[in-house]
């Protein structure tokens, strides 16, 4: 009986010491988890405000991603903008474009749309703008790069 108490104590020190010695990576590590996720979150029109657009400019670009907005609606059936209510109503935009079921057709128009506002937009920029718009696209690009790679910025 004097060995069954002993051995439960030895079992109890080790169990102790493991956790010891556990716990406090274990919680770094779900502190680092929140912190990388944290710094993946979209950073909604920061590079925008890096180009130091004038009033003028803000208000063209408005009008442009309204035209655009309003255009893309169009492109789609009355059952496809009730999902994407739906969609947004919920919070759940994740993987909604895919569940729209869009045909080849409506695809081209998306595109094609894109390209459009993608070039009216450019054409509000000044040259300065448009050079550091550039930059600031292959830095991201290149930080893409680096993430697929498994490399940290």
């Known amino acids: 009986m004097f060995r069954n108490i002993k051995k439960l104590l030895a079992i109890a020190c ?78 759940d935009r994740k993987g909604v474009r895919k569940s729209l079921n ?9 595109k094609a749309i894109a390209e459009d506002t993608k070039t009216q937009m450019k054409k509000v920029l000044t040259p300065a703008q448009q050079q550091q718009l550039e930059q600031m696209k292959q830095q991201r690009q290149a930080n893409r790069g680096m993430m697929r790679q498994g490399t940290p910025r």
């Open 14 to 91: 080790v169990t102790v010491a493991v956790g010891a010695v556990a716990i406090p990576s274990l919680v770094s590590a779900q502190s680092s988890t929140q912190n990388s996720t944290e710094k993946r979150k979209p950073r909604q029109g920061e590079g925008w405000k890096q180009l130091n657009l004038t009033e003028a400019q803000k208000a063209q670009m408005k009008i442009i991603r309204e035209s655009a907005k309003t255009r893309s609606q169009s492109v789609f059936t009355p059952e496809q903008r009730a999902l994407m209510a739906q969609a947004r109503q919920s919070g």
């Open 102 to 110: 869009l045909t080849d057709a409506q695809k081209q128009k998306m």
